[in-house]
């Protein structure tokens, strides 16, 4: 009877430190499921935050491609306006270089007027005060004559009534 009792009470000791061991089991093996589950959020959780860099590193290279490509174009735009500019410029300086030269040559054409004008008015006046003063010495001349003539009658006339010309 004492063998049967120990050994009831070391089956119950066993039975106890087996339903300690299977308490402690089933506790490890809670734990362990929820470790397992921790890891899987985790690992789906990164592979998720992976997944989402991806997509916003391709969306920004996709963006700085679309905004590089934007401005390529306005680069090129740019400098097609100023290829145009430059070539107005010079346009616009040849015309300015093209009316100064003609302006100047203007201004040379009419100074060599004015002087063949200056010329010809002199050489006109020259010739009509040399006819005026052939003129007036004509008439100078003519004067002379006709005052000698005048004269001489004058003296006759003085002398018939018997008056010395000298006196008068």
């Known amino acids: 009877m004492d063998e049967i009792e120990a050994l009831k009470d070391h089956l119950a000791l066993r039975s106890e430190l087996t339903r300690r061991a299977q308490s402690a089991s089933a506790q490890v093996y809670e734990r362990m499921t929820q470790s397992e589950k921790m890891l899987q959020e985790q690992i789906d959780d990164q592979k998720a935050i992976s997944a989402d860099m991806t997509r916003q590193y391709k969306t920004m290279q996709t963006e700085m491609g679309l905004r590089i490509h934007q401005l390529e174009t306005e ?94």
């Open 75 to 168: 680069l090129g735009k740019t400098q097609a306006h100023l290829e145009h500019a430059k070539f107005e410029l010079q346009q616009a300086r040849e015309e300015k270089d093209r009316s100064v030269k003609d302006r100047d040559e203007e201004i040379s054409e009419l100074k060599m007027k004015v002087s063949s004008m200056e010329k010809a008015y002199e050489a006109i006046l020259r010739e009509a005060l040399d006819g005026l003063m052939a003129k007036i010495d004509l008439a100078h001349d003519n004067w002379e004559v006709k005052s000698t003539n005048i004269q001489g009658k004058t003296k006759q006339a003085v002398l018939e009534f018997g008056l010395n010309p000298l006196d008068i």
